[in-house]
């Protein structure tokens, strides 16, 4: 699904990974990156801890987006994140913060979809 959905994606458009942990959140964004990647041994890591990694493939950038440790909403705004829905692919794990209330309107018109991994 992942591979077949990074042939179809065109920037700028966010994809909110919802599921619990062990859902597949991080797999379906390896493969999905994998499948647009430049250079292909490029390795793929999890943003848990750095929050962002930014990768350059065939469609330009890819952010993916780790939000599991964001507790203040200022955070996001620090990370560009916004902007970057605006101009590139993003992949989102955690995404919960960008529906509240106080963020719909930086994503009203940001082309965004949910994909529940939920199992």
């Known amino acids: 699904m992942a591979e077949s959905m990074a ?5 700028p458009c966010s994809i909110f990974l919802d599921g619990g942990l062990g859902a597949g959140k991080t797999t379906f964004s390896r493969f999905f ?6 250079d292909k041994q490029q390795s793929i890591t999890s943003p848990t801890f750095n929050i ?7 469609k330009g950038s890819i952010w993916h987006v780790d939000l599991y440790r964001i507790k203040d909403e200022r ?3 620090e ?4 902007e970057a829905m605006y101009e590139c692919v993003c992949l989102i794990e955690w995404p919960q913060i960008l529906l509240s209330s106080s963020f719909r309107q930086y994503i009203a018109n940001c082309k965004y979809m949910v994909l ?4």
């Open 116 to 119: 529940d991994l939920g199992i």
């Open 33 to 38: 990156i994998q499948r647009l990647l430049k």
């Open 7 to 11: 042939d179809d994606v065109l920037p």
């Open 79 to 82: 990370l560009g994140l916004f």
């Open 52 to 58: 962002v990694q930014i990768y350059d493939t065939t």
């Open 75 to 77: 955070e996001i705004v």
